[in-house]
T-cell receptor
Framework: KNEVEQSPQNLTAQEGEFITINCSYS?????LHWLQQHPGGGIVSLFM???GKKKHGRLIATINIQEKHSSLHITASHPRDSAVYIC?????????FGKGTRLSVIA | DTEVTQTPKHLVMGMTNKKSLKCEQH?????MYWYKQKAKKPPELMFV???????INESVPSRFSPECPNSSLLNLHLHALQPEDSALYLC??????????????FGPGTRLLVL
């Protein structure tokens, strides 16, 4: 079974800061997902990647298949970005989740 | 319509009760999922339905019984639960076969408390 590690576990940032969250996995995958979960429970899918880089607004996700590593970047962070960010990978089985990174952005 | 709905939002039940959770989507998705999430933990996959057939059961106890009456609807029947089953139950759907290589759309969840 794939092992998914995220770092950091917790992150506090000032509004406007550039944020990076990292995800590494142990076994080759077919796709990697970045998810956002706000307090209260709702989960939103931010990106699905199998190679390269994707950008949506202030969010950028990159993946290096050879190094088994992905990063999620948030530019010009804002308090509304405060949430738990979860990395999940898929291969021969449906999603295996990382433990999440809890982000707090302070105004 | 890109929404997955779940009812009820909250549920309190005793260990001898029988209850059901409901999930609905009208996006034409053919894969639907049940996840269980304990506080401050990531979601754990319970079941996957693909084209209305159960394709994955992650060794879930039989006190949880899934049902997919049609392609838009997914139920989770609960019977004789234990207090440790208290959690947020999330439903999701995706367009393809449920392999994990598709974007999943999540419902808001049902927060279950077993007394």
């Amino acid at each position: 079974k794939n092992e998914v590690e995220q770092s950091p576990q917790n992150l506090t940032a000032q509004e406007g800061e550039f944020i990076t969250i990292n995800c590494s996995y142990s076994v080759g995958i077919s796709a990697l997902h970045w998810l956002q979960q706000h307090p209260g429970g709702g989960i939103v899918s931010l990106f699905m990647l199998s190679s390269g880089k994707k950008k949506h607004g202030r969010l950028i996700a990159t993946i290096n298949i050879q190094e088994k590593h992905s990063s999620l970047h948030i530019t010009a962070s804002h308090p509304r970005d405060s949430a738990v960010y979860i990395c999940a990978v898929s291969g021969n089985t449906p999603l295996v989740f990382g433990k999440g990174t809890r982000l707090s952005v302070i105004a | 319509d890109t929404e997955v709905t779940q009812t009820p939002k909250h549920l309190v039940m005793g260990m001898t009760n029988k209850k059901s959770l409901k999930c609905e989507q009208h996006m034409g998705h053919r894969a639907m999922y049940w996840y269980k999430q304990k506080a401050k933990k990531p979601p754990e996959l319970m079941f996957v339905y693909s084209y209305e057939k159960l394709s994955i059961n992650e060794s879930v106890p039989s006190r949880f019984s899934p049902e997919c009456p049609n392609s838009s609807l997914l139920n989770l029947h609960l019977h004789a639960l234990q207090p440790e089953d208290s959690a947020l139950y999330l439903c999701a759907s995706s367009q393809g076969l449920g392999s994990g290589e598709e974007t999943q759309y999540f419902g808001p969840g049902t927060r279950l408390l077993v007394l």
